[in-house]
């Protein structure tokens, strides 16, 4: 584990892969109340490969170090942060892969800074005005306000809520309990990570991401989809709304790749699909 200090905070990240490769570098963007550990099993199986993989920790609530100058303007300040780590580790023309509110950011990122970006794997992610899908909405509009943060947090200490529809439950098909406690445990126990998470949710404008979205036909490089067909909340045809949205006019166009089985989180789910997506993508553009 490593830690860059960014201009807007400080991150924790962990690097995969051989440091030298003539394949180009991923760096991974994860969702809210998620941590680096999301793309473990993609990230090392890709690393095992020979592809050099960065994984941080963004401060989407379930980080340890306090950010609040990166979340003060919500995704578009996390999207930022996520450049600047790009230019401080020199990753350049990266593969970029994003995940649930990950997926967004990253398609903050590609509006503002797309010379950073070569290619693009998004996995079931918020899009358009779908920003966050139920019953999530509902969920943040609570989280929103600090009072009634702590206790519901608190709550999450018991399994059969933390793994109900209002936890994790529609995420992923067979959660791990310690997995799954060790993301709610930064917001339950630190009083700077609950202000960072309410900071963030309150920042969140589906309006602003409907206007965002469709700029992504502006992207040049190649673009691959990977979505699960369980996902309740992002659903296959928000995917593929989301991918007509970056349009076919660029090299390999865009692959829209539907997982069987897999819900949000297809890293977990179905890791070998994830991993596949980004070797195939590396061979184009």
């Keep these: 584990m490593s830690l860059a200090s960014l201009p807007s905070g400080t991150v924790d990240f962990q690097v995969y892969g051989p440091e030298t490769t003539d394949r180009p570098p991923v760096l991974f963007v994860h ?26 920790t963004w401060p989407l609530g379930s980080h340890r170090i306090a950010c609040p100058d990166a979340v003060t303007d919500g995704p578009r300040g996390v ?8 230019e401080d580790r020199g990753i350049e023309g990266c593969t970029l892969v994003g995940n649930d509110t990950g ?38 509009a609570l989280l929103r306000r600090r009072p009634l943060l702590q206790p519901l947090m608190a709550t999450m200490r018991a399994v059969a809520l933390r793994h109900s529809p209002l936890g994790f439950g529609l995420l992923l098909t067979e959660p791990d309990p310690e997995l799954t406690a060790s993301w709610v445990r930064p917001a339950q126990v630190a009083a700077k990570i609950r202000a960072d998470l309410v900071a963030l949710l309150r920042a969140i404008d589906p309006a602003e991401l409907a206007r965002i979205t469709p700029t992504m036909r502006d992207f040049p490089g190649p673009v691959t989809l990977v979505w699960g ?14 991918a007509a949205a970056f349009g076919d006019d660029r090299p ?3 692959r829209f790749v539907e997982v069987d089985g897999a ?19 590396a061979d184009i553009g």
């Design 31 to 56: 969702g809210v109340l998620v941590d680096m550990q999301l793309w473990d099993r993609v990230a090392g199986s890709l690393g095992a490969a020979g592809h050099r993989c960065w994984s941080a």
């Design 263 to 281: 819900r949000t989180f297809v890293a977990l789910d179905a890791p070998q699909a994830v991993v596949d997506a980004i070797v195939d993508i």
């Design 252 to 254: 390999g166009g865009v």
């Design 229 to 242: 067909t369980a996902d309740r909340s992002f659903t296959p045809a928000l995917g593929r709304r989301l």
């Design 103 to 140: 997926g967004a950011i990253c398609q903050y990122l590609l509006h503002e800074r797309p010379e950073l970006v070569s290619r693009v794997v998004l996995t079931d992610c918020d899009a358009f005005d779908v920003f966050p899908p139920q019953p999530f909405s509902a969920l943040f």
């Design 79 to 86: 999207a930022r942060m996520v450049a600047d780590f790009i």
